[in-house]
């Protein structure tokens, strides 16, 4: 079963819009990473946020945390074409580095 | 450094036959993970390893399904005999400090 759940399953901007994902999870974790999936290829990470930490930034990225809640957001500004991909949040585990995926955001940037 | 190499990027093969996927991990890189993505069912993970050990196997599917890891430079995920339900694009991931993963392009995997 997966431990994250991605939401919505796909989204549809223009570029220049800013972009919201959520992933909600269900067991205690480490740390949360986002990767990102272009069509075809493998998967390539994007951002790491522990556990204690609450918010991050990386360039156009911005996540969020809330362990209360057992959810995390990313959020892409002003979006370009080029960050038409699919998006996975994954939640590590245990202490040996377990990391499991959510089903995925399909984001898709129109010019 | 190269990244993850596996191979063979796509793979053909017919039901009953036994296929093995290959993995080089980054080197310095002291995990290993073994992946399979379906539209079905998303990202599974099969099995990992630290130092080349095997920490969790839980995710592999059956009997059918064994990987192995002889040194810190190579793995393998073996299926035999294949099914058609084994189709799947099949990823091997490695990591190192801090705890991001570094993925493969993958193997597309299609038993007829």
């Known amino acids: 079963s997966q431990q994250g759940e991605e939401d919505p399953q796909a989204l549809s901007i223009q570029e220049g819009e800013n972009a919201t994902m959520n992933c909600s999870y269900k067991t205690s974790i480490n740390n949360l990473q986002w990767y990102r999936q272009n069509s075809g290829r493998g998967l390539v990470h994007l951002i790491l946020i522990r556990s204690n930490e609450r918010e991050k930034h990386s360039g156009r990225l911005r996540v969020t945390l809330d362990t209360s809640k057992k959810s995390s957001s990313l959020l892409i500004t002003a979006s370009r074409a080029a960050d038409t991909a699919s998006y996975f949040c994954a939640t590590e585990t245990d202490s040996w580095g377990k990391l499991q995926f959510g089903a995925g955001t399909q984001v898709v940037v129109t010019p | 450094d190269a990244g993850v190499i596996q191979s063979p990027r796509h793979e053909v093969t017919e039901m009953g036959q036994e296929v093995t996927l290959r993995c080089k991990p980054i080197?310095?890189?002291?995990?290993l993970f073994w992946y399979r993505q379906t539209m079905m069912r998303g990202l599974e993970l099969l099995i990992y390893f630290n130092n080349n050990v095997p920490i969790d196997d839980s995710g592999m599917p059956e009997d059918r399904f064994s990987a192995k890891m002889p040194n810190a430079s190579f793995s393998t995920l073996k299926i035999q005999p294949s099914e058609p339900r084994d189709s799947a694009v099949y990823f091997c991931?490695?990591?190192?400090?801090?705890?991001?993963?570094?993925f493969g392009s993958g193997t597309q995997l299609s038993v007829l």
């Open positions: 080197s310095g890189h002291d995990y």
């Open positions: 991931a490695s990591r190192g400090d801090p705890s991001l993963l570094f």
